[in-house]
């Protein structure tokens, strides 16, 4: 465990507050984030999914897509995130999901609904001692905030290991394939997705009624069809691009 993760426990962090605000300066101004299988009803409404490669392991994970530039969040608008839903790997920030470690200061350590132990992150930009919300009241007890977050966190796990299942499943049934997108942004400039993979339509509709069958047996084809929906929002994502490049070229006029 990294120094500057650590157990959450109320002698060491009786004081700490957690900033909640939005903003690049906590790290948001990304163009693409982890996502789990329990979120997509949510995220397929208003973000492109899709699948990318893990370049140190190989293996798939399931991702929204936020912006087209290595540094760019066209969801995040200055302080504003601009949608109903925000990921829940950017909503539990700071905290992370411990397990199996030990440090000098577990006393009295708060555990997750799952029984890993929160973590914290204690070098984040979110975390004060002046403003934000308190972890702890007084007598030691929870706060409603970190309540919340423990409510949040009990999620990662189960969900994880269920989204592994199901890009196992989806692998065994040949539906990931490699996506193929170009754009052309009103200013002229052109940008090609790579790396990127998203469910094999054609295959989908080859699979036999057995196949469609298992894959609603495990709750696997709402998801299939979520993600499948979901690139319709890439057209949005456009156009929060081009807006962004029409209101620089504003500034410079």
């Given at each position: ?20 605000g939005r903003g690049a ?98 070098q984040s930009k979110r ?112 156009d929060l691009k081009n ?11």
């Open positions: 465990m990294s120094n500057s993760i650590e157990i959450l426990n109320y002698p060491a962090h009786a004081q700490l507050k957690v900033i909640t300066e906590y790290g948001e101004n990304i163009n693409n984030i982890p996502v789990l299988i329990h979120e997509l009803k949510n995220l397929a409404h208003e973000y492109p999914l899709c699948f990318m490669k893990d370049p140190d392991t190989g293996q798939f994970n399931l991702y929204s897509l936020l912006g087209f530039a290595p540094e760019e969040n066209l969801y995040l608008d200055k302080n504003i995130w601009d949608a109903n839903y925000i990921p829940l790997h950017i909503q539990r920030q700071p905290f992370i999901v411990g397990r199996h470690h030990t440090t000098e200061n577990a006393e009295q350590p708060s555990k997750a609904r799952n029984d890993g132990f929160i973590s914290i992150n204690t975390i004060s001692h002046t403003q934000g919300e308190p972890l702890f009241n007084s007598d030691g007890t929870p706060t409603a905030y970190l309540n919340s977050i423990n409510e949040l966190l009990s999620q990662l796990t189960p969900s994880e290991i269920l989204t592994k299942a199901f890009i196992t499943q989806l692998l065994n049934h040949q539906l990931l394939e490699a996506a193929r997108i170009n754009i052309a942004f009103n200013d002229g400039s052109i940008f090609s997705y790579e790396g990127i993979y998203t469910i094999n339509t054609d295959r989908l509709n080859s699979l036999s009624e057995k196949e469609i069958n298992q894959l609603q047996e495990q709750h696997f084809l709402a998801p299939t069809q979520l993600i499948i929906h979901s690139l319709k929002q890439l057209q949005r994502l456009i807006n962004r490049l029409q209101g620089k070229k504003n500034e410079t006029a």
